[in-house]
């Protein structure tokens, strides 16, 4: 039994096979062993935070992760980043017919792993096998929730003028990584992926400043995307150091091949918190206290200026527009 | 004989300019009664005498007016007669209302010269003197109609005899607005790089002095402020180009006078016209043998751009010792030029030894003009001082502000059958910059009085000059940026009906959302039709390839050559990263396909060995022109292919470049031979559209055509095969003079709506 057939998906007795030789072997806790046809929760928090998210990354397995951990932590990080203690997740896979049994055994290892590392339940499941061609390898959806600390408020439209932003190391490692790797450039060296679960060093930030205005997770679009979006929804300006950002050398040098700016690339480890200037220190180096923000570091701060702009101190000298990702690069100089 | 009476209306740039003691000093001449006055239309003139010395006066007028004057129309009707007894200037009506018209800023006049070097004159060595005939205009109004409360004069009263100047019609200073001395003008003084004004007696001669020492100033000129230092001192020029991070672009040099000039540099007829007129722009011009200063200043080049001291400020500035300055706008890599005292205070103290100052406000900052004379005509690399904001006509025109280009940005306003081109802006690259753009913009509306109806822009999503127009809540209409170059060329040689378009330019945004730059079209002034392209080549990196021709390089390699292993020999030239480059362009990752010219410049002047890494726009094009001979004839093959439009291949020039480079052909025939190839395709492509559409007409555009070499080239050659051939003269040939298309052809589609 090497590869996956679509009777694996057909409901029968293969499927049921592949759901306890492998599901069951790593995700298995009291819930999901109940085997209900939807997850009985309890929970002691007043809110709740819900949200989804598909994974479809090529290559499945990469430097620093494979598409199982990065389900995993996706959803836990847009639970940790709203201010949620993530509890439990749920997964779908959308498998290809002839994919490895051994690479999905791997992937599903990952997940229970990272589930377990970041102290999230996998509750419920679900397996759809497609005709070859029809998927590429294996998709998998992830949903999660959270229970919403009670004494915090983070929310996208809560950054104000003074904000200090602070990420918590270097940016640009996932995209970079996946890019390399997928076209075998052959200029890939050390680059790896950031892919982890940010709730803990999240829990560790609140600890020491509950009030921290914004924090979000800098996925697809990278930074860039992200800040403008806080910026749109806070209706405030925010302006960038270019000499303080934190880039790898490997990612700078692949960037600068491809000619990319690592501000638009995706990360999958990495967040961006708005904090007031007074408290923004005592949560630096808390962050500095944790394996995943070792690097972190402030980045910029938010202005009063008109125009919702996000724009950035250059180091040749001068201010440079950090515009919305428009999703082509197109040259504009002659 | 019998008195007649005359009404005679006189309209253009006739206010402002020394108009009214012109036209008394003349009736005068003449021995003519009557009056002449300024109106809210223009000047009248109420004119009495014999018929044929009133015709005699106008012929004068109409042929010889005062330097500054651009008369658009005269009109005359007869009147009843009124026996005046003499001639006289009389009060402008009050209905007076808003001029558009408004001259551009003036170089200074042989007689204000003059004036500042006779030691007896009461304003010798005075920095500011002016007179109706040149002066400060366009940088110092604030607002209209002209005169000084409007201007940034406004803070200086006149003293007794200024103000006796500014009101005797036969004084040369009669209604200057800017008129001062040193008793009552603008004061010039000197500061340390930490803002404080240096106890100096003479300013001047302390510039000087250091100067000569090899100290680095600031000098707040006309339109904003200049970096400074000897042009013979090239320690002082590579400290001066190393704090403008500025490595190797051509420096603009000022220098005492013609004759110095000519020391170094040819100079013809028309240049000397150029370099000596009412503009005094910085002239291209070839540099003679005998030539001596610096290589520092114009690294790789066989060319320098020169200009003469343009206010008196500069005049005073020159010695028998000092004959060269470099003068340089004020700018750190790419910013805007500075011009107001507390950000130039800011942004270069840490950089110049001194400041010169002075406290004449700049209200329109502004740039120096570059020309360049090729084929003993006239063209504009860059439209600034001395020119804007000098309109060109057009009828039937609505109210539209043309966005322009992202790069070497203007942008156009219409109104009152007028287009009114901006200044050079520079490139909408940084938000100083976009924000420069954004402001001027506002002044120019709130000067001529302009609200737009509709916005024209170019079809570029990423330009921040289409961003830019996406903001107004108003009509638009997107242009594609080649058309506009081919109809601002157009529009400057009256054509309305159907050309042959050659554009060939650095980068623009196709309708098939490619980057074009190498066009053959056939257009007017609303619809073009693509004919015909250099075959698209993948840009590695995108703005990177721009920026790293190598890149440029191993991609045309690579297409010409076909596969890895046939690019043995091209690896040995470019080592392991050209490997990894065919990597990433089979990747397709960034890679957008171009037919743009100035990547094939790129990609051949860096096979031939000339431009390792571009640090200044048009460089390796520059570079390789200025290598090249227009005396040699071989040129390197090239493939015409017809499908639905004409594909131009080079790939086979591209091994004819290798090979010659292996068997170690000189640069120069290189050079010469691969632009002698774009020459050749240029004819033949316009040969097959001319059987094609039965078009004679051909329009040559976009930044390419900068390069004297082609254009003089392609238009003798095509010449020489009957062709009509239009070029630019009052507008750059680069995107400075594409906001002109862009509202031609948006006034153009609306009108036919
Ligand atoms: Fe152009
Ligand atoms: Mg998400
Ligand atoms: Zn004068
Ligand atoms: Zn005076």
Redesign the interface.
């Known amino acids: 039994m090497s590869a996956i057939t679509l009777s694996h998906g057909s409901g029968g007795t293969q499927t049921n096979q592949l759901i306890n030789d492998v599901f069951f072997k790593y995700f298995s806790n009291d819930i999901l062993n109940q085997m209900n046809d939807a997850a009985h929760l309890a929970i002691d928090f007043k809110k709740l935070a819900f949200t989804t998210d598909s994974f479809v990354v090529n290559p499945l397995f990469f430097k620093g992760g494979n598409i199982g951990k990065l389900a995993v932590c996706g959803t836990v990080n847009d639970l940790a980043v709203s201010g949620a203690k993530p509890l439990y997740l749920t997964c779908a896979f959308i498998i290809e017919e002839g994919f490895s049994m051994a690479d999905l055994e791997i992937i599903v290892k990952t997940m229970a792993e990272e589930a377990e590392n970041s102290g999230v339940k996998i509750v419920a499941g679900d397996t759809k096998v497609v005709e070859k061609g029809n998927v590429d390898g294996v998709y998998i959806n992830t949903s999660g929730i959270g229970g919403i600390y009670e004494d915090v408020n983070i929310n996208c439209a809560n950054a104000k003028p003074g904000d200090v932003i602070i990420v918590n190391g270097t940016i640009g490692d996932h995209g970079m990584t996946i890019?390399c790797e997928r076209?075998?450039?052959?200029?890939e060296g050390d680059l790896s992926s950031d892919c982890a679960s940010l709730n803990t060093l999240v829990d560790r930030m609140l600890e020491v400043y509950n009030g921290i205005h914004v924090i979000r997770d800098a996925t697809r679009g990278g930074v860039a995307s992200v800040l403008n979006e806080i910026s749109d929804s806070s209706n405030v300006s925010i302006v960038l150091e270019e000499n303080l950002l934190p880039i790898k050398e490997e990612v700078k040098g692949a960037a600068?091949?491809?000619?990319?700016d690592p501000l638009y690339i995706a990360n999958e480890g990495k967040l961006c918190a708005f904090v007031p200037e007074a408290q923004a220190q005592q949560v630096l180096l808390a962050m500095r206290t944790h394996p995943l923000g070792r690097n972190a570091a402030i980045i910029g701060r938010v202005t009063n200026e008109i125009g919702k702009?996000v724009?950035m101190n250059?180091i040749?000298?001068?201010?440079?527009?950090v515009?919305r990702p428009?999703g082509i690069?197109?040259?504009?100089?002659? | 004989m019998t008195i007649k009476r005359y009404f005679i209306v006189v309209n253009g740039i006739v206010q402002g300019v020394g108009f009214r003691p012109f036209v008394y000093n003349l009736a005068n001449s003449f021995d003519l009664k009557g009056n002449v006055h300024n109106n809210s239309d223009g000047v009248h003139i109420d004119v009495e005498g014999h018929k044929e010395t009133i015709s005699k006066f106008l012929q004068r007028i109409e042929h010889n007016p005062p330097p500054l004057a651009r008369i658009e129309k005269i009109s005359i009707r007869e009147e009843i007669v009124k026996n005046y007894s003499f001639f006289e200037i009389i009060e402008s009506k009050k209905t007076f209302d808003i001029i558009t018209l408004i001259s551009p800023d003036i170089a200074i006049c042989k007689d204000c010269e003059e004036d500042i070097k006779s030691s007896t004159n009461r304003r010798s060595g005075y920095a500011f003197t002016n007179c109706t005939n040149c002066g400060p205009r366009f940088s110092i109004i604030k607002a209209l109609p002209y005169d000084r409360e409007k201007t940034t004069m406004n803070e200086f009263k006149m003293c007794k005899k200024c103000a006796r100047d500014y009101s005797d019609p036969t004084n040369r200073r009669f209604h200057a607005q800017p008129n001062a001395c040193q008793d009552c003008g603008p004061e010039l003084w000197v500061e340390d790089n930490e803002g404080n004004r240096l106890e100096i007696k003479n300013p001047i001669s302390f510039v000087q002095n250091k100067l000569a020492d090899g100290k680095i100033f600031a000098i707040k000129g006309l339109g904003g402020y200049n970096l400074v230092c000897d042009g013979g001192n090239e320690a002082a020029i590579q400290t001066l180009r190393a704090l403008k991070r500025r490595p190797f672009k051509p420096l603009a040099v000022m220098m005492k006078n013609v004759e110095t000039i000519k020391k170094h540099c040819k100079v013809t007829e028309l240049e000397e016209e150029l370099l000596t007129g009412i503009r005094m722009p910085i002239i291209i011009l070839d540099q003679k043998q005998t030539y001596d200063l610096p290589r520092v200043i114009a690294p790789n080049q066989k060319t320098l751009g020169v200009m003469l001291p343009y206010t008196p400020l500069h005049s005073l500035l020159f010695s028998d010792k000092l004959e060269t300055l470099i003068m340089t706008s004020a700018n750190v890599n790419g910013l805007p030029i500075e011009y107001t005292d507390s950000a130039a205070r800011k942004s270069l103290s840490g950089i110049v030894d001194y400041f010169l100052t002075h406290d004449r406000e700049i209200y329109m900052p502004i740039d120096d003009s570059v020309l360049r004379v090729v084929e003993e005509k006239q063209t504009i690399i860059r439209r600034a001082r001395g020119f804007a904001p000098e309109p060109f006509k057009a009828l039937n025109m609505r109210d539209i502000l043309a966005c322009g280009p992202t790069m070497k940005n203007t942008f156009c306003i219409s109104k009152d059958g007028f287009l009114f081109l901006s200044q050079f802006n520079g490139d909408l690259e940084n938000l100083e910059t976009f924000e420069h753009y954004k402001n001027n913009i506002e002044r120019y509306k709130e000067l001529f009085s302009f609200s737009p109806k509709v916005i024209a822009h170019d079809l570029h999503p990423e330009y921040l000059s289409t961003k830019y127009a996406l903001d107004y809540d108003l009509p638009k209409i997107a242009v594609q940026h080649h058309h506009a170059h081919i109809v601002s060329c157009m529009f400057e040689n009256d054509l309305e009906r159907k050309v042959i378009g050659v554009c060939f330019d650095g980068t623009g945004y196709g309708t098939d959302g490619k980057i074009w730059g190498g066009e053959f079209m056939v257009c007017d002034r609303k619809e073009f039709t693509r004919v015909g392209h250099l075959d698209y080549v993948k840009m590695p990196g995108g703005e990177k390839a721009i920026k790293e021709p190598w890149r440029m390089a191993v991609s045309y390699l690579y297409k010409a050559l076909g596969t890895r292993e046939d690019c043995g020999r091209l690896f040995e030239l470019y080592g392991e990263a050209a490997e990894k480059l065919t990597k990433f362009l089979d990747s397709n990752i960034n890679c957008p396909q171009t037919s743009s010219i100035g990547r094939l410049f790129d990609a051949v002047s860096h096979i031939i060995g000339i431009t390792d890494k571009v640090t200044y726009e048009g460089q390796a094009a520059i570079e390789l022109e200025a290598l090249s001979d227009i005396e040699i004839q071989e040129a390197y093959s090239y493939n015409i292919i017809k499908q639905d439009m004409y594909i131009i291949e080079l790939y086979k020039m591209i091994k004819e470049v290798i090979i010659d480079k292996f068997d170690g052909v000189s640069t120069k025939i290189m050079a010469s031979k691969f632009q002698n190839a774009i020459v050749n395709l240029s004819v033949s492509m316009c040969t097959y559209l001319r059987r094609d559409t039965g078009i004679n007409e051909v329009a040559l555009s976009g930044g390419v055509f900068q390069n004297p070499y082609l254009l003089k080239k392609i238009s003798q050659n095509l010449k020489k095969e009957g062709f009509e051939v239009y070029t630019h003269t009052h507008l750059p040939s680069n995107d400075s003079g594409l906001a002109i298309g862009q509202i031609i052809i948006a006034n153009s589609i609306i009108g036919n709506d």
């Open positions: 890019i076209n075998n450039f052959g200029f600068e091949m491809l000619g990319f702009k724009y250059t040749v000298g001068g201010k440079r527009l515009d428009s690069l197109l040259p504009r100089i002659c």
